[in-house]
């Protein structure tokens, strides 16, 4: 069937992971433009003082606190929405959390705990998303789950990330064609971002001599968020965010052995601080970071914006911008040559 989203100012949206970084700047965008929220997370206070917040400026929003790896608690966050709003229309697995370290100092009840966030906390969300959406009577139903650029290529230092977004990846690639070949009335929207100024790095689990953080150029969760909005009023396969993110795709793709240098040349510098790295214990790994903080502690470039999602929301004008100037560089070569 033919799939048709709402206005964003006409849904009930959820977002996972709604305390800080990207799932936090998500929700104050998505309040602007009229949608009602229900916001999920573990920190209780970050998501009452943003709710209210939200209604303070004349919005819709309730919380439900929960942790994503639980799946009676993701259940729960459906259940509330249903009991507040009667549904919802766009459902986004945005919870996660991040481990720095090698692959051989990792603990294995770390990985698991991480897999229970990053992966199973979306399959538990996208089962009850398109559970609901199957269900109810008319109209289609949007699920966006937000990967990382670490899902389409593995970096060292963050070998457990990087697994588990492959994970996510796959669970989600599979769904989609499954949905698909049946009919059934939802869009599946992958969000790859690139590097992105959240306090993720701050909330990750260190086993680095040196501060996690991101250094070189960054992206503002703003566009991610742009990205994930689009998304809900507009069935997307994928959306890239940052030109790094498909850069790094296509290149792991066309030349994997050259991609391996570049990483082991590049990743251990690139995700390190000047700064001592936090005492191992205090991390988000197994309870709540603190929330309402949209932004991380990175050294960099951080862009104002991503230019490439912006391309992604106008692909039949952007292919059109770049066959004009493709056509123009050939025109400008061709006269020059034959001037010579």
């Known amino acids: ?4 989203l709402k206005p964003l100012g006409n849904q009930v949206v959820v977002i996972t992971g709604a305390s800080s970084g990207i799932g936090l700047v998500t929700a104050r965008m998505a309040a602007k433009q009229g949608a009602k929220l229900v ?17 303070g400026l004349g919005g819709e929003a309730i919380y439900v606190v929960a942790d994503v790896g639980q799946e009676e608690d993701v259940n729960r966050i459906a259940q509330r929405a ?6 919802f229309d766009t459902w986004v697995n945005n919870a996660g959390v991040s481990i720095f370290g090698r692959c051989m100092d990792v603990s294995i009840p770390d990985m698991k705990r991480m897999f229970d966030t990053n992966f199973w906390g979306v399959v538990y969300g996208s089962r009850a998303a398109v559970n609901h959406f199957k269900q109810r009577q008319s109209g289609s139903g949007a699920l966006i789950n937000v990967g990382s650029f670490l899902g389409d290529r593995a970096v ?42 959240t306090p993720y790095n701050e909330h990750a689990r260190s086993y680095m001599p040196k501060q996690p953080a991101h250094r070189g150029m960054i992206y503002p969760p703003e566009a991610v968020a742009e990205a994930i909005l689009y998304s809900a009023e507009h069935p997307k396969r994928d959306m890239f965010v940052g030109f790094q993110a498909k850069a790094l795709a ?14 082991e040349l590049w990743a251990f510098p690139s995700q390190q601080s000047d700064r001592p790295s936090r005492d191992p214990e205090d991390n988000a ?3 709540a970071g603190y ?5 991380g502690t990175h050294q960099g470039w951080i862009r104002s914006g991503s230019l490439y999602v912006k391309a992604e929301k106008h692909p039949v004008t952007t292919t059109i911008i770049v066959a004009g100037l493709g056509t123009l560089i050939w025109w400008l070569t061709s006269s020059a040559v034959q001037g010579y």
């Open 1 to 4: 069937m033919a799939i048709s």
């Open 39 to 55: 916001l999920a997370a573990r920190n209780e206070d970050a998501l009452r003082q943003l709710v209210d917040e939200i209604r």
């Open 82 to 87: 249903i009991a507040e709003f009667g549904g």
């Open 156 to 197: 060292a230092v963050q070998s457990t990330y990087s697994a588990s977004k492959h994970a996510l990846h796959g669970w989600t690639d599979a769904l989609r064609t499954e949905l698909e070949a049946e009919g059934a009335p939802v869009s599946v929207t992958l969000i790859h971002p690139g590097r992105i100024d």
């Open 250 to 263: 296509v290149l792991a793709g066309i030349s994997p052995r050259l991609t391996d240098k570049l990483i």
């Open 285 to 287: 790994l197994y309870r």
């Open 291 to 295: 929330g309402m903080h949209e932004r």
